[in-house]
């Protein structure tokens, strides 16, 4: 195989992976001899005869493993935006030996010694302040993961990770078969009154997909609130979809979830207890800006009792509407959606389908986004036609420094396609590494309606946001300025990654912004000054339920991560109504986001104890957002000074201190509780 592609760094510029000559019988030979090269790499530290020394042991660990990175890099990004099942039969393949390899660097005894012995001498060194953080988080990495515990601990750790990787593949796919088994089958159009055409269309096709010709397939998302619920006008049949949602992977059939997310639980909390914690949560928030689960649980129930009073206030209205339509009784959850979307409309006189023309992709993104990091931090881009992605619709953009010198390259991929998962994202595909004379390769994900041939691609508002925010985490990427690849750029705790990218959303209304790109892509007018105002009150409306629902999820990842390894929970239906009903968040017409039964981001993925994480960053975020306010906005001794604090700095120190320094002062909750309309607590 000397001939694989994978097996040397491309000569591409900036090491763009050499897409068009690889295939995917390349992947699990590269794999094979990845994992061997670094085996070798390591016993090579490990063997070393001279004593241990920061560059013969850190950064000699640093710079090992490149190939393997590389090539997970490549295959985890085509399985997230164009999978296939040869593909997806690596991934499975690999995964669990991935952990397995990690688990054996990690844990072996003579590695971790030679960096204890290093570590011990921290003060001694005379290292830059770089290399000093980069010697911490290595020695925090292996002391997490169990190095320098005794042996009967250590093999006990590595059948929980064994164990729990098994368990929460498990989760994901039952949850997979459950989605599919319980989407809703609707026999006639009648049924489907108030959905668009498209979604009709959409649904048409689901259903003849499953060989249900002339009938309808209302698939489902993955959170509770179904998005086709705010356009049903039947009301039996928002019960339907619904209740098909919210009993994902809790029906007792062979796809149950229960038993295995309540073992998930307990095993997660032994291999804390293992590791010298009390519960999961303990362990996981340890090493997060939050730093003790203590500190997230009491900020999400600070938050709870504004958060629950408005979505009563708002239900209060729901109701009104409800009864207006000659409905009896109580304001169910099948109703929210529905009713919200019509208050919303009449308040604001916002038609998003009369929006869509003001947002062509190419201006929102030329216009707007790529204007923005101009203004702000000098930034130019030009798109090289002659550079392939993976996949046709996949663009590439050279990017610029204010200087006129190279940065990195800028992929995008914005149109949905079957091959995609959901939802939107940003990936490395090299990163920016001083060291390995690395500029980074960065893509974005999102997904959006592919236009017929030759018509333009129109977005809605809340893909503008996508796009804004995406684009962030990009710049995050791109002006990454740091010696060690592995403290680049987003490698920064998890309850903080999201606030770059939350950040960048402000500048989609900043009015100078949105001038620029918001124009009618035939008539070129711009759009209406008070339909842009009208916009910004718009996006307010339903905080209520949203910050609830999402409250209500959070807390409930929370109780779940802060069992103690004894605990036997055999009824989660009660588990979870517990602790909803104690976190005060339990309103029966907003269940949480995910109920136990189908949260994959806490039973199948890394986000275990940490679905806080999204509104710990968002105090950053409003916070950062009022400095950019208060000193003049878009400009850029703005921009220089939140790229120079903060973007730049990547995971290469302490990012609160990070913060701070750009900020002046420690975050303050306030501009959160304004912007969410929280104050009243
Ligand atoms: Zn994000």
């Known amino acids: 195989m000397t001939d694989n592609p994978l097996l040397a760094p491309s000569d591409l510029p900036y090491g763009l992976p050499l897409f068009d000559r690889i295939s995917d019988e390349h992947f699990l030979p590269a794999f094979e001899t990845a994992l061997a090269e670094h085996r070798a790499e390591i016993a090579a530290i490990v063997d070393d005869p001279e004593p241990p020394s920061f560059e013969n042991t850190i950064v000699a660990l640093e710079c090992s493993g490149q190939l393997l990175h590389r090539v997970s890099q490549i295959l985890f990004n085509l399985t997230a935006a164009d999978a296939n099942d040869a593909r997806r039969a690596v991934q499975t393949e690999i995964a669990p030996r991935l952990a397995a390899h990690s688990d054996a660097v990690h844990l072996d005894a003579a590695l971790f010694a030679r ?34 515990l005794p042996e009967d601990k250590q093999a006990r750790l590595r059948e929980l990770n064994e164990e729990l990787s098994r368990l929460e593949t498990r989760f994901q796919d039952n949850l997979l078969a459950d989605t599919n088994e319980l989407a809703v089958l609707v026999s006639t159009r009648d049924e489907l009154a108030g959905l668009s055409d498209d979604a009709v269309t959409a649904a048409a096709e689901a259903a003849t997909a499953r060989g249900e010709d002339g009938k309808y397939l209302l698939t489902l998302g993955l959170p509770s609130a179904q998005p086709v619920l705010a356009s049903l006008e039947n009301r039996d049949l928002r019960k339907r ?75 209060a209205e729901l109701q009104e509407d409800l009864a207006a339509d000659g409905v009896e009784g109580e304001l169910q959850p099948w109703d929210w959606a529905y009713y919200a979307e019509r208050v919303r409309k009449r308040r604001f006189d916002i038609d998003d389908a009369a929006l869509r023309p003001y947002f062509e992709l190419e201006r929102v993104l030329v216009d707007g986004v790529f204007h923005a990091a101009g203004k702000l931090y000098g930034l130019t881009f030009a798109e090289r036609s002659d550079l392939a992605g993976y996949h046709p619709d996949v663009r590439v953009w050279e990017v610029f420094d204010a200087d006129g010198g190279p940065l990195g390259l800028y992929l995008g991929d914005f149109f949905t396609r079957d091959a995609k998962r959901g939802g939107a994202w940003m990936n490395n595909l090299v990163e920016q590494s001083r060291l390995l004379g690395q500029r980074p390769v960065v893509v974005n994900n999102l997904n959006i309606t592919k236009p017929a041939d030759g018509e333009p691609a129109l977005l809605t508002y809340d893909e503008v946001t996508t796009l804004f925010h995406e684009f962030g985490h990009a710049l995050h990427g791109l002006v990454s300025d740091v010696e060690y690849q592995s403290l680049e750029g987003t490698n920064v705790p998890r309850d903080f990654v999201e606030f770059p990218s939350q950040v960048n959303e402000m500048w989609a209304l900043w009015p100078e912004v949105l001038a620029n790109y918001a124009r009618h892509h035939r008539t070129g007018e711009p759009l209406p000054q008070e339909t842009a105002a009208k916009l910004e009150e718009a996006s307010r409306y339903g905080e209520g339920f949203r910050t609830t629902e999402y409250l209500a999820a959070s807390l409930l990842d929370l109780a779940w991560h ?116 929280l104050t009243a607590a």
């Open 115 to 148: 960096v204890d012995a290093v570590h011990a001498r921290r003060d001694e060194l005379d290292l830059t302040p770089e290399q000093d953080w980069l010697l911490h988080r290595t020695h925090v990495a292996f002391t997490r993961a169990g190095a320098g």
């Open 241 to 315: 979809v619904f209740t098909a949602s919210v009993s994902r992977g809790g029906r007792g059939n062979e796809h149950d979830n229960k038993e295995i997310l309540a073992t998930i639980a307990r095993l997660r909390a032994e291999r804390a207890a293992v590791l010298g914690y009390p519960n999961h949560a303990a362990y996981a928030i340890e090493d997060q800006t939050a730093g003790s689960a203590e500190a997230a649980v009491s900020m999400l129930e600070r938050l709870a009792p504004a958060a629950v009073a408005n979505a009563n206030a708002e239900a």
């Open 562 to 677: 802060t069992i103690g390894p004894d605990a036997e929970v055999d009824d989660v239906d009660r588990f979870e109504a517990e602790a909803l009903q104690k976190a005060g968040v339990a309103l029966a017409t907003v269940p949480p986001r995910y109920r136990s039964t189908y949260f994959a981001h806490v039973f199948s993925n890394a986000y275990a104890a940490g679905y806080y994480s999204y509104i710990w960053s968002e105090v950053l975020d409003a916070e950062s957002v009022e400095w950019f306010r208060e000193n003049g906005g878009l400009a850029r001794e703005n921009g220089d000074r939140f790229r120079a604090e903060l973007l730049a700095k990547g995971g290469s120190v302490d990012v609160m201190e990070a913060f701070r320094a750009f900020r002046g002062r420690d975050p303050q909750l306030q501009p959160l509780l304004e912007r969410r309309g």
